[in-house]
């Protein structure tokens, strides 16, 4: 008697739906135990390609015919079909054949993801389905629900999760296959390349929206669903219009222009918004635009975006600037609530000067403390620190992370100094030239204003090890290495 003899068959049923068709056929060689239960596993999950000498489709009819005789159970049915325009003529029937037995079977999850070309998915079937909880279509085409003339008879009721991915469909079908589920829970769209509008209203359940656009340009989204409380939207859509989201609770808009008013109007009617990331969104005509007067909101990530020019949010947890230039942004009401506090700034196409860093400060003062700061420079000038002046430091940055692979080192003493006027930090993460992180040691340890200063040396992600300036002599001048310090004030 083996171990897995103790299982019981509900146990190793979910043993085997973490592994491959081939994984769990050899791990039914354990015992009769085993078999028995992977011959009537309710998850059946199977890889078959066309024209590769692949002969699984075989074993995956000879399994769903004694699935269909035996009338077993299939809780879940998952189809990775590789296939080419030579064989798809084989290939679609057992397809075919294969759906319509797992829906006998009382299917509620299925995932058919098939690869050029787009194979004709019977969605009509499945939408007749009283079982279905779960939909996902990879490289399917599913136009054929325009054509049907008893669409208005399918109501589909028991889906909840429905996902469309490089799937052959229209507007109309959209609005059909929406009107045919209206208790989804989970709608996920991407890359649908005839979808050029969308309108989801009346869903009584909706509370997640996933929308990611490739090639084709959306004309306009409308949204109306009072339920949704997460919502994603990326990439080329002309008309953005959000209505009685009052629920709405994160939101994340990605490459995409908004209208003057947009996000006031939004933040206003949705008093539960909690999270909103913002990647490379900007005004039309460049207009700028202002996040505020938010109670709720608690998470923000700005990525790209030039276009912002206020910020007030009085409950912030956690706040993350990425950006290529150092922002002229304004951020007022700040709570003690606020903990985690980021900006990742790439400035290879800026020299770092008197002016930059002036910028800098003045945008890293709108905090007294940020958690991390992180620079990728790529030119450094020399700096004369007498035109920074000599105004007392306000802001204090825990972690400061400095890329600079590629600098004179003949700049880099007063480089040192602005960034500790500028930064004030507690610990100073360098990736650069063994000459320049010398250079570094070298100021640092001479600043009157550090009390002192101790460098180590990355052994792996979690491992270090104290250096000294005679360690750096060892080293070549040019090797990149990486060297934080800790700084005592």
Known sequence: ????????ESL?????????YEDAANSSLLSKTWLQAWLTQPSLKFKVEYGKGNNNRKIVDKIMERYKEEKYPIDKFELDITSSHYHHALAFPRIDNWLDIALQSGVK?????VDVPSYPFPISAFLASKSLRELVLTGCDIMSLSLSSDHQWMNCRSLRKLSL???????NVLQTLVNCCPLIVDLM???CSLLTKIELRNLQNIKSVIYISSTCQISSVEIQTPTLEHLSISKSIIALDIIECQNLKSLKLSLMSISQGFLDHLISTSQNLEILILDFVYGELHERF?????????????????DIREIDASNLVSFDYVGYEIPELKIT??????????????CYNDSSDEEWFCKLRKFLSNLTSWSQVSLHIGKCNDINMKDL?????????LVLDIDMRYNDVRTCPNFVDALLWSCHPKRLNLLSAVETITCFMDRLKNSSQLKEVKAFKFISENEHVEVDREDLAMMTRTEIDRIFFLLDW
């Open 189 to 191: 769209i991407e890359k």
């Open 1 to 8: 008697m083996t171990i897995g003899d103790n299982f019981s």
């Open 389 to 397: 002046g000599l105004h007392p430091r306000v802001t204090q940055v």
């Open 333 to 346: 009401n700040v709570s003690n609530q606020l903990k985690n506090s980021q900006t990742y700034l790439s």
């Open 12 to 20: 190793i049923h979910k043993i085997f739906s973490y592994l491959s």
């Open 165 to 171: 991915s490089n799937v052959r469909l229209d507007h």
């Open 290 to 306: 202002n996040i505020c007067k938010s109670q709720s909101l608690k998470v923000l990530r700005i990525d790209g975006c030039k």
């Open 109 to 113: 999850d299925v995932v058919c993801k």
